[in-house]
Structure formats: structure tokens, C-alpha cells
């Protein structure tokens, strides 16, 4: 199983909600990432979880906050987020394998829509 | 900043013909990547050619990387419709541990049929 998945596909949130954006990969990678896409740009590093601990934060505002609560699940806790948040928000996963950890695996994204 | 530059940002071309994609980058690497985004989704891994190669292959792929002039080219040969996509290339920030990925702008490849 190749496959990161991401939950919700769409999300769409007032200002004032809290969210949550699920990630989940069963190949046993023990790295998993955070990116923020907007528009016709390429994807931004957020976040990096490594064997379940955040080992990078790029100066990511507070209103996110990830969360890696075990080795296949990463989440992204939003509240009061602003409109210019509005983005394609991708999960990744990559193994710590000599031979594949520069290759990230990508989840299909969740595109989110702040109203 | 390590990010890539690619270029054409745009590339329309015929069912058949060969694209050629370029990037640059500005600091010394370990190995460079090429991912394709189909319509905004996620990203999939095409190819990873290392500093110390000079051409990889793999299917209808070619890349080339150029590191006395630190730049990259992405070849796809007899293109496909299914080829309509956005291509990045991308830098690992360091070489150790879990590291993000650095994208290139990237290049929005069209295949007119």
C-alpha cells in the first residue's frame, strides 16, 4: 500500500470554526509533512513529524496546529483562521530507509475554503 | 533560498512531440527530484537524480542535471494527453533526517490532442 489519504477532500470554514484536517499512511514511514499550496504557486513546507515528533515548524502561525497522535496518523488542527489561509493543504509521508527517504509521498490534499 | 526555478511556466504542445522543462537552483545539492501534480492534487514522485549523475532515464523520462551550472532539464518524450500536468522540481532542504522538500514554481505542461 502506496497511498497516503487525506480527509476531508473539501472544507469550507467561517473564521470562527475549529477544523480538524486528518492524514493517514500505512507503509510504516516514520516522516510525515505538511504543506500549504495556494494557487498556481508550488507547495510551501509547514510542518515535519519525525517517528512522531515535530521536528520542524517553518514559522506557522498558531491558528495551525498539527498533531501526530501515532505512527500512521497526522492532523492539522485549524481555528480562527483568515481568509487568506484559503489554500490546497498536502500531506506527505516519506521513509527513513536509506534508500527512499528523499522520496515524499504525497496524500490527494484538502482543499480548504475560509469564509 | 534553495527553491528552483523552472522554466517555460507554461508549455503548450502536440500529442506526439517531446517537452523539455528546466530548473534552476542556487545552492550545492545531494540529489534533485522531479515531481508531477495533476489538476491541483497531490503530488507524485517522478524521478530523483543524484549529484553525482549526469542523466537518469525511466520510461519516457530523461533528466539531466548540471551541477557546475546548477540547473536540471525534464524531458518527456512523445508526449501523452494523460502528460497534462504541472511538473516541480524540488530540493531536499538537508541531507539528514526527515527533510522538506523545497518546489521549484514549476511548469503547467499542456498536451494538445
Known amino acids: 500500500d502506496t497511498e497516503v489519504t487525506q480527509t476531508p477532500k473539501h472544507l469550507v470554514m467561517g473564521m470562527t470554526n475549529k477544523k480538524s484536517l486528518k492524514c493517514e499512511q500505512h507503509?510504516?514511514?516514520?516522516?510525515m509533512y505538511w504543506y500549504k499550496q495556494k494557487a498556481k504557486k508550488p507547495p510551501e513546507l509547514m510542518f515535519v513529524y519525525s517517528y512522531e515528533k515535530l521536528s520542524i515548524n517553518e514559522s506557522v502561525p498558531s491558528r495551525f496546529s498539527p498533531e501526530c497522535p501515532n505512527s500512521s496518523l497526522l492532523n492539522l488542527h485549524l481555528h480562527a483562521l483568515q481568509p487568506e489561509d484559503s489554500a490546497l493543504y498536502l500531506c506527505?509521508?516519506?521513509?527513513?530507509?536509506?534508500?527512499?527517504?528523499?522520496?515524499?509521498?504525497f496524500g490527494p490534499g484538502t482543499r480548504l475554503l475560509v469564509l | 533560498s534553495q527553491q528552483g526555478e523552472e522554466d517555460p511556466q507554461a508549455l503548450s504542445i502536440q500529442e506526439g512531440e517531446n517537452a523539455t522543462m528546466n530548473c534552476s537552483y542556487k545552492?550545492?545539492?545531494?540529489?534533485l527530484q522531479w515531481y508531477r501534480q495533476n489538476s491541483g492534487r497531490g503530488l507524485v514522485h517522478l524521478i530523483l537524480i543524484r549529484s553525482n549523475e549526469r542523466e537518469k532515464h525511466s520510461g519516457r523520462l530523461r533528466v539531466t542535471l548540471d551541477t557546475s551550472k546548477k540547473s536540471s532539464s525534464l524531458l518527456i518524450t512523445a508526449s501523452r494527453a494523460a502528460d497534462t500536468a504541472s511538473y516541480f522540481c524540488?530540493?531536499?532542504?538537508?541531507?539528514?533526517?526527515?527533510?522538506?522538500?523545497?518546489f521549484g514554481k514549476g511548469t503547467h505542461l499542456i498536451i494538445q490532442p
Open positions: 506527505a509521508s516519506s521513509s527513513f530507509q536509506t534508500s527512499g527517504k528523499e522520496t515524499q509521498y
Open positions: 545552492t550545492s545539492i545531494n540529489n
Open positions: 507503509m510504516g514511514h516514520r516522516a
Open positions: 524540488a530540493i531536499l532542504n538537508s541531507g539528514g533526517g526527515a527533510d522538506g522538500l523545497t
